[in-house]
């Protein structure tokens, strides 16, 4: 709670806004990601096999450690 009253007066004052703003190269204003999203379907093709593969990797690895269990029985 103290800490959020010793906030409050830097949020009143703007200083955090204005900051950002002053420290802004206009060339990076537009491209600014690591990466291309000017193409919307490769992007959100892109987009989807990376967040597929990293929702996947927890079952293909589950996957994987039960067949070898499995094979091991045999």
Do not use: W
Not at 48 to 59: D, E, H, N, T
């Amino acid at each position: 709670m103290i800490i959020a009253r010793a906030a409050r007066p830097v949020l009143a004052r703007g200083a955090i806004r204005n900051t950002r703003l002053a420290h802004g190269h206009p060339e990076n204003t537009v491209y600014n990601m690591p990466f291309d999203y000017r193409n919307p379907k490769t992007f959100a093709v892109k987009v989807v096999a990376y967040c597929g593969l990293g929702f996947a990797i927890p079952f293909i690895a589950a996957a994987y450690q039960m067949s070898k269990s499995a094979g091991a029985d045999s």
